[in-house]
Each structure stands twice: as C-alpha cells, then as structure tokens.
C-alpha cells in the first residue's frame, strides 16, 4: 500500500482528477471518491447508500464502511479507511470475492424489501393504480 492516510474533502461535485491522498465526499450526490491506495493510480468511486457504503464522521476523522475491494482492478487492492488511515485488508480468492459480491446483492434486495414494506398501503394498493376519482370512489364505497 503506498497510501497510508486519506485526508477527507467535502465538495459538493467530484473534481475531474482526482489527487493522492484525498478522500472526495459528495453528501449531495451521495459520493465518494479517491485513487486506489496501493498507488496504481485507479479511480475508486463508492455510492453511499445503506446498501452499499457509508461514511461515518468521528472525532479522530473519517471513516468508510465497508471495505474497500478493487476487484476489477488489476492490482484487486483490498483495505479499509478508518479515521483517515488506509488499513491493509487481506487479499481474497476469486471464490471469496463471488462471495462477498453475492453477499453484496443480497443486502441489496434486503434493503429495498424493506423500504418497500414500509410504504404506505395507498400506495401499494390495487386502487392505487387507478386515478384519484377512482381512489375517492373506492374510499367512499368502502365506508
């Protein structure tokens, strides 16, 4: 690993080239981005969702949760970034990482499951396919 630590950058747009040893976060667009801390020089770019990745802001810096795995880079670098500092993170087979991207696309549906869920039932209705007057027809000849 050449980069040991990632010094957070809050923007609001990602810049065109990216620099070593920043971490880009975009909260608007919900982004963030930085070069691959082995040093090949690769974009990395990671979308913060609940299913995906996360930042978490704390006292001695930032933090980017899960970790990172380079899988379709050359270099496959696989690490963690807590409180700014690049952590090494073993190298995983060609079956740990069909795993974990499994794994990844479970979490996924599990999330929007569960977002799904908690929509409201008007939404979720067979009436709510139809137009408002037919919705208001429904309400009226249900009460």
């Known amino acids: 690993m050449k980069i040991r630590a990632l010094e957070p950058r809050f923007v609001e747009h990602l810049p065109e080239k990216l620099e070593d040893g920043l971490l880009y976060i975009s909260e608007p667009f919900a982004l963030a981005a930085h070069k691959c801390c082995c040093g090949c020089g690769e974009e990395v770019i990671t979308p913060l969702r609940p299913s995906r990745w996360r930042i ?3 006292q001695r810096g930032v933090s ?3 970790s990172i ?3 379709k880079f050359p270099c496959r670098s696989h690490y963690w ?19 974990v991207k ?3 696309r479970r979490d996924a549906d599990r999330h929007i ?11 979720t209705s067979p009436a709510a396919k ?3 007057l037919a919705r208001a027809w429904y309400w009226l000849r249900t009460r």
């Open 56 to 58: 978490i802001k704390g």
């Open 64 to 66: 980017l949760w899960p």
């Open 81 to 99: 970034i807590r409180d700014n500092q690049v952590i090494p993170a073993p190298s995983m087979s060609l079956q740990k990482i069909e795993q």
């Open 113 to 123: 499951q569960t977002i799904n869920r908690q929509a409201p039932t008007w939404q």
């Open 102 to 104: 499994r794994r990844d």
């Open 69 to 71: 795995g380079n899988w």
């Open 130 to 132: 139809e137009s408002w």
